[in-house]
């Protein structure tokens, strides 16, 4: 157990990093964003046209590569002792990109033509027919970044199934700079016939940054697969479809996309009804889900990548104590994190979105709306978190059914909700929907839990509630002292740049709310702290 917690946390802390940075580019990214379109109807164009091909991203890249492709190459590695064992592996690998490339090749080709067809279901009737056309125009630039991220997802399987993070960690950097880059060094050069607002021809300009970004993140990373010493070569549709690999690849996903398409309809539903309800709710949700994602993606994504092979290895020998150790341990993490953030941008959220969006298209009005939602999004962060630490607990025992039913009764309470709140709250209602259905996502995974071998689903439950409350009481009681100390600072730097104002706010209230925390921390002797230290010291 030693060795796979240091495993744990010396490949945690990496991708850690590059997550974080990536997160960082992608908060910046959003800020050239805001800074071009605001809150804008082609801000919304822009929204909606990149959902599109990003919900067959998360539908088909990254759930197939960390449900089923993953869990099924490690076992093929383990396995590979002999030169026949070699061979299969690599014509499991072989075929696995054909059938990759294919499919997602088909889904491109009828997107880019029906597309046409469901822009409407996004808008109300009173819309102009010119974003109508822009943002069908948008979403058939950026239709076949699917193909070529989902190859980029598929070399991303090779190097985490041989516990490499690092570069497939850097790549999101990287497309991220790359459409800050072209929206920046663009949208001054397109051609503009027709007369269209400076915010089209940036829209433009940011979508062509986003297939030319996807395009970096699959080349950057062949050579590290190379390394590995597998190919990276096709082969007949036949025996793509028929490889007895794949096969349990498609067994074993097929039942999780009725749950990711249940999850990933709630966006789809949200953003149509935030479309519906007025201009600019599309934009200030995603603004609200940057800043929220700013963690998630640090902390919840890194650690359920980094123990999901972990996880596997521990149920395949069916070492259950460590198992529900493991798992119990990286329920505890997120709490530590996620809890006392939530409380932090509860106190600090204005000044945040403010410091971090507010520009020369993001005015005050952009501002207010992206911060009603923004509340109502951070309420949920502790439970979106650890959904996605409890699901790869299932998906390392092959169970793939139970998450993708609670994925289902996720959307449905999220679509009930959201159609009762959006019209009579906005996106306020829609950002609430989100946090009450993750709240409903977490009990489901948790009653699912009993019917698992092994895992002590009481026992972790238990231990979570009392945890969650013991951390709630202490962001509390370092909230109070700086609510007040925010309203202090903003009566003394009044007048001052939007720098000051904001920057200063923002950063001395998170030194005096983490030293706060940090304190009642170690005067209790949280174990959880206690152990994440050790485990650094000993780094």
Known sequence: MKNSNKSLVKSGL??????????????????????????????????????????????????????????????YIEDAVTPE????????VSATLTLVSFLTTCVVVLGILLVGFVIPFFYNNQTDTKIFEETTFLTRIMFPYLFVISVAAFFQGILNGVNVFAPSGFTPVLFNGIVILVTYGLTPYLNNPDNLPPEALAARAMSFGVLTGGCFQALFQWPFVKKTGWKTTLTGLKKAFTNPGTRRVCALIVPTIIGMAAYQLNDVVSTALAGKVGTGTVASLQYSLRLQEL??????VSIGTVILPD???????????EFNEMLTQAIKIIA???IPVTFYSLVCGKD???????????????VAMTLQVFRFHIAGLYFIAVNRIISPAFYAQGNTKLPTLAGIICFGVNILISLC???????????????????????????????????????????MIIYIVRICAFSIIAAAPTYFARQFLIRKLDGCGRLIVYGVPVFACALIFGLLGAALLIIFKDESAVAIIKKLRRK
């Open 311 to 321: 996880l596997s290895g521990l149920a395949k020998k069916q070492k259950w104590d």
């Open 85 to 92: 064992k070699k061979a299969e592996t690599q014509e499991f």
């Open 421 to 463: 709140l959006a019209f009579p709250m906005k996106g306020s209602g829609i950002a609430l929907a989100l946090s009450a259905a993750s709240l409903v996502n977490t009990v489901c995974l948790f009653a699912f839990m009993k019917k698992m071998p092994g895992m002590k689903a009481g026992k972790i439950a238990v231990s």
């Open 336 to 338: 530590l994190i996620c």
């Open 295 to 300: 963690i998630l993606g640090i902390f919840a």
């Open 14 to 75: 990496i991708l850690s990093l590059m997550t974080f940075a990536s997160r960082i580019m992608g908060l910046i990214r959003e800020m050239t964003k805001a800074a071009f379109l605001g809150t804008s109807a082609y801000a919304d164009a822009f929204g909606i046209a990149f959902m599109i091909p990003n919900l067959f991203r998360r539908l088909f890249a990254e759930n197939a590569i960390s449900v089923a492709f993953i869990p099924t190459f490690r076992g």
């Open 352 to 366: 945040l979105i403010s410091l971090v969006y507010k520009s020369k298209s993001f005015d005050d009005n952009s």
